[in-house]
């Protein structure tokens, strides 16, 4: 079964394909530090036999975070508490990654009005951002990789950059959302500039031989923006700086998506096709049997699974028993399942 072959990105191997994908927990307190909710809801799910965790939206700077309860890397303080979530997974065989974002014009954060590449609020209940200054751009773009570097120091075996669902780096890159006049606005490849730097600033802390990915948004679900043609030319203008794309949707308007099980499935196999890079996706897989094609029929690479993910930590640990997959019962659950 493809689902749980090995899958191997740079010096990173997977001992299957299965994905916990970032989903924030909003359980952090303002100080940004990881707690014993956060140890032990990652470490489950290493138990629970993922492949690859990858650790919720991170904040690199305190007006980053989309809210005041999520985790922080913006400074040396919150190592620790992340490295004790690191080690405690690999201990369970998993690898883990780490998300670390900017929230943008969604940032819902009391540290003081978002900042966005133009003064555009995303709803009536969000408040208006102010535009960025190129001084506040090369600090952000600094700050990432202030974090890139306590993500290495925290023992993370992978990084990705939330360029999606509406946060700043999206923001950026769609014309619905990006109005400026300088060489960060207008054509495409202004637009993709804040991503290069920010990308091009972590590349000068993260060891080379760890990977480096992205999540994209790849379709904005409106006709002036984003769409599939497009994410393939923005991803092909930073192809050399990245190892991997995980694949989602949506996002930078408050209008509703209509979603079901593999719904951002063709945009990833788009993507996989034209970029010739390794992709992950998601998107209500819920089952292994629609992951299971999606590997074998579509030519993805890792397959993430959310909701099923924490409705459910032993998700992968129940399919290898299904499936007669050998190595994934833990000794100290054996009297379980057999007698």
């Known amino acids: 079964m493809k689902l749980f072959d090995q899958f191997k990105v740079k010096n990173m191997t997977l001992k299957n394909r299965i994905v916990m994908p970032p989903m924030c927990m909003y359980s952090a307190a303002a100080d940004g530090k990881a707690t014993d909710f956060h140890l032990m809801h990652y470490a489950s799910r290493a138990i629970g036999g993922t492949g ?8 690199v700077s305190p007006i980053g975070r989309i809210s005041d309860n999520d985790l922080g890397i913006w400074n040396d303080d919150q190592i ?11 201990a369970q065989g998993a690898k883990i990654a780490i998300q670390i974002s900017h929230a943008g ?17 995303f709803s009536n209940e969000y408040q208006q951002p102010a535009e960025l200054t190129k001084i506040q751009l090369a600090d952000i773009a600094d700050s990432f990789r202030k974090a890139a570097f306590r993500a290495d120091k925290a023992g993370f075996d992978g990084i990705e950059i939330h360029a999606a669902h509406g946060y700043l780096l999206h923001e950026f890159l769609s014309p619905l959302t990006n109005k400026r006049t300088d060489e960060y606005g207008g054509c495409l490849e202004n637009r993709v500039r804040m991503l290069r730097e920010v990308l091009e600033n972590i590349h000068s802390v993260w060891p080379e031989k760890k990977p480096i990915w992205l999540r994209v948004s790849a379709s904005d679900y409106n006709k002036n923006g984003i769409n599939g043609n497009m994410m393939i030319d923005i991803l092909h203008s930073v192809k050399e700086l990245i190892d991997l794309v995980h694949v989602s949707s949506g996002g930078l308007l408050p209008d509703p998506v209509a979603s079901y099980p593999g719904y951002q499935l063709p945009l990833a196999k788009v993507i996989k096709e034209h970029c010739q890079i390794p992709v992950m996706a998601v998107g209500l897989l819920n089952d292994p049997e629609i992951a299971e094609a999606a590997l074998h029929n579509d030519n993805i690479d890792l397959i993430a699974f959310g909701r099923k993910l924490l409705r459910d930590p032993y998700f992968a640990l129940q399919a290898a028993l299904k499936y007669n997959i050998a190595g994934y019962l833990p000794q100290a659950y054996e009297r379980a399942y057999h007698r």
Request: hydrophobic share 40%; glycine share 8%.
């Open 105 to 121: 014009r969604k940032s819902q954060s009391a540290c003081g009005q978002p900042l966005a590449p133009s003064a555009l609020a």
């Open 80 to 90: 620790s508490g992340l490295k004790k979530v690191v080690d405690a997974c690999h």
């Open 52 to 59: 690859l965790i990858i650790v919720e939206a991170t904040g």
